[in-house]
């Protein structure tokens, strides 16, 4: 049988509108840039969303005394949360308004307002639940980003994709993202990252869930002030992030192969474990045994260490291979609306 025709209106009306697009800007002693970006938003933002995170200059007195544009609502914390603790708080509110889409910009004036309708075209279009800027995509881009941020954002991106499971995601600390309202929903937002890790730990949240992420090539912007604005010792910062990152890796191979699924990757990376645990237990007993009692060990000996170990590698490429292949490809939040049930 055919679809009703009141359904199937409301299907072409809802593919043919378009959706509401939120703005959250957190900011922390950003003041006149946080309002040169508000001023650089333009009209197919319908609402944008000011959170000064406890900032000491009184950035968001200073946004609601200066900006005069109605689509501007400032929020504030008490005390300064962490980056990631102003975002949520700006989506949160910004989906209890009514967005379908809310876009997380930066206050600093590194990321191009422009650049919002490009960022959320893959969602509107149906191909993604969650984009996100890469400013990795063209190599004339990185001679506008500082040496040591490039090669802090380098590391951390390319130990991201372990972490999360999208192998073809790069640039993991970009803060340029925009996100679909039914997806955030599914995201447990007290156990994610308040600070700086924010951004790969909603990756790694998102991969959970097999949420679909796309890059989008963003140019970045690094002017004298933005960079004062947002200067961070990362060197402070290395320890916390590969700390979480191995945790969220190991968290995201338990729940991805023992308690969501039980696939060819489980048996892969079971026996890679296996294999190469038995080949270094063999192999390191019995050179300490040959080293106590002084024998040479013989070469069948070593080999008979080693082929384990050999085992062990081919089922872990084996493992990488399957979840390579196995990142989401099908948008989930279609099916999460709650129109035509």
């Known amino acids: 049988m055919g679809a009703s025709p009141r359904k199937a209106s409301t299907a072409a009306a809802r593919a043919t509108a378009s959706p509401a697009v939120y703005v959250v800007l957190p900011c922390f002693r950003t003041l ?3 309002v040169e970006v508000i001023a650089a938003i333009g009209p197919e933002v319908a609402g944008i969303v000011v959170v000064d995170d406890g900032c000491p200059d009184g950035t968001g007195d200073h946004v609601q005394a200066t900006v005069r544009d109605p689509r501007v609502v400032v929020l504030r914390h008490g005390e300064n949360r962490g980056v990631g603790a102003a975002t949520l708080t700006g989506f949160a509110h910004a989906f209890e308004q009514g967005a379908e889409i ?20 893959p969602i509107i279009q149906g191909q993604a639940d969650a984009t996100k800027g890469n400013r ?88 004298e002030a933005a960079a004062q604005a947002s200067q961070v010792r990362l060197w402070r910062l290395g320890p916390v992030f590969v700390r979480n990152l191995l945790r969220n890796g190991f968290k995201r191979l338990v729940y991805r192969y023992l308690l969501q699924d039980f696939s060819a990757g489980t048996l892969y990376l079971t026996l890679a474990l296996i294999f190469t645990g038995l080949g270094v237990t063999l192999g390191g007993l019995t050179w300490l045994h040959n080293a106590l009692q ?7 000996t070593v080999m008979l260490a080693a082929l384990p170990v050999f085992l062990g590698l081919q089922f872990l490429f084996a493992f990488l291979a399957f979840d390579i292949s196995a990142q989401p490809a099908r948008p989930l939040y279609p099916d999460l609306q709650d129109g035509d049930r």
């Open 102 to 121: 809310a876009v997380k910009l930066d206050g600093d004036g590194q990321m191009n307002p422009a650049d919002i309708a490009r960022l959320i075209r």
């Open 136 to 223: 990795f995509f063209n190599p004339a881009w990185l001679e506008q980003m500082p040496a040591d941020r490039r090669l802090a954002n380098l590391l951390l991106s390319f130990s991201n994709k372990p972490s999360s499971g999208y192998w073809s995601m790069f640039d993991a600390s970009n803060g340029f993202f925009a996100l679909h309202r039914a997806v955030f929903a599914l995201l447990p937002t007290s156990r994610l990252a308040q600070g700086y890790y924010f951004e790969t730990d909603l990756w790694f949240r998102l991969g959970l869930v097999r949420a679909v992420v796309v890059d989008v090539p963003i140019a970045p912007r690094y002017s």
């Open 294 to 300: 002084g024998v040479v060990t013989t070469p069948g």
């Open 32 to 34: 006149d840039l946080t």
